[in-house]
Nanobody
């Protein structure tokens, strides 16, 4: 069973930046697409970004395009989410997730089935 551990959350002022990291256990990390999701109080979990298993393709929800960047380092079994120009509406618990199947060409939000424990991001106005 894969274990995903997020880090890097915290409190930041609007316009600031944070970089989230997610360390994965196991030797098959490079075979799976990875993603980031978030959940605000009273709302459902929302897709934020994903990266293909090769790292060649990235996907973003419209509200973070141009501000957030997802990347991965397969040698370190780690996926990152660089968040710039943060807004108060970005406040949420951010979760790292792994695809349920390896080598998937174009992962959809519903394809992610393994989750980390989450890290809180709070953006003050």
């Amino acid at each position: 069973q894969v274990q995903l551990v997020e880090s890097g959350g915290g409190l930041v002022q609007a316009g600031g930046s944070l970089r989230l990291s997610c360390a994965a256990s196991g030797r098959t990390f490079s075979s799976y697409a990875m993603g980031w999701f978030r959940q605000s109080p009273g709302k459902g979990r929302e897709f934020v970004a994903a990266i293909s298993w090769t790292g060649a393709k990235t996907y973003y929800t419209d509200s973070v395009k141009g501000r957030f960047t997802i990347s991965r380092d397969n040698a370190k079994n780690t996926v990152y989410l660089q968040m710039n120009s943060l807004k108060p509406e970005d406040t949420a618990v951010y979760y790292c997730a792994r695809d349920t199947l390896p080598y998937r060409a174009g992962p959809q939000a519903t394809d992610f089935g393994f989750w980390g424990q989450g890290t809180q991001v709070t953006v003050s106005s």
